[in-house]
Antibody, heavy 120, light 107 residues
Framework: EVQLAESGGGLVPPGRSLRLSCAAS????????MHWVRQAPGQGLEWVSG????????DYAGSVKGRFTISRDNAKNSLFLQMNSLRVEDTAFYYC?????????????WGQGTLVTVSS | DIQMTQSPSTLSASVGDRVTITCRAS??????LAWYQQKPAKAPKLLIY???RLGDGVPSRFSGSRYGTEFTLTISSLQPDDFGTFYC?????????FGHGTKVEIK
């Protein structure tokens, strides 16, 4: 069974940094692209960032480009999101998602999310 | 970026009703459209991909269709477990974008 467990969320003042982690199990992690998708409380879904299975390509939403960095450690079955220069509007639940082998950008499985609150 | 316009934003229906949700893409996305269901305080779950293919373990009362850039999710006979918010998402081109969601309530 696929399991994705996010961690690292919390309350942080504007301008500070936070690093999210996602521990993956139940599948061959280094076969799959992975993504971060966020959801502001009571709002819809917004794709944030994605990374190829071998890290050779990464993508970001315009709203986070230059501030967030996605990475992965295939030896540890882990996905990361380094978030710098955080803004109030970055407040959201952050989900990691496993991409389909079938087509890029299709999110087959999701973790339960971790809440990031940016507030002074 | 491709915009996804979903309607209605909310709907209330009775058990056994046929329910239809529509999603329109701002440009051609071929059939690269997915539908997800999200229940309160839970992660989204993939229901349908490639416009009409059912995800793993998804009941056959769910179906999807495409007409050009307009896509439809249909629940043939609404069940008590079908509450939640449904989102469409295009995966034709990066950045991957979602509709704003349709909240389904059971009367």
């Amino acid at each position: 069974e696929v399991q994705l467990a996010e961690s690292g969320g919390g309350l942080v003042p504007p301008g500070r940094s936070l690093r999210l982690s996602c521990a993956a199990s139940g599948f061959t992690f280094d076969d799959y692209g992975m993504h971060w998708v966020r959801q502001a409380p009571g709002q819809g879904l917004e794709w944030v960032s994605g990374i190829f299975w071998d890290s050779r390509s990464v993508d970001y939403a315009g709203s986070v480009k230059g501030r967030f960095t996605i990475s992965r450690d295939n030896a540890k079955n882990s996905l990361f999101l380094q978030m710098n220069s955080l803004r109030v509007e970055d407040t959201a639940f952050y989900y990691c998602a496993k991409e389909s082998l079938y087509k890029r950008g299709l999110f087959e499985s999701w973790g339960q999310g971790t809440l990031v609150t940016v507030s002074s | 970026d491709i915009q996804m316009t979903q309607s209605p934003s909310t709907l209330s229906a009775s058990v056994g009703d046929r329910v239809t949700i529509t999603c329109r893409a701002s440009q051609s996305i071929s059939s690269w459209l997915a539908w997800y269901q999200q229940k309160p305080a839970k992660a989204p779950k993939l229901l349908i991909y490639e416009a009409s293919r059912l995800g793993d373990g998804v009941p056959s009362r769910f179906s999807g269709s495409r007409y050009g850039t307009e896509f439809t999710l249909t629940i043939s006979s609404l069940q008590p477990d079908d509450f939640g918010t449904f989102y469409c998402q295009q995966y034709n081109s990066d950045p991957w974008t979602f509709g704003h969601g349709t909240k389904v309530e059971i009367k």
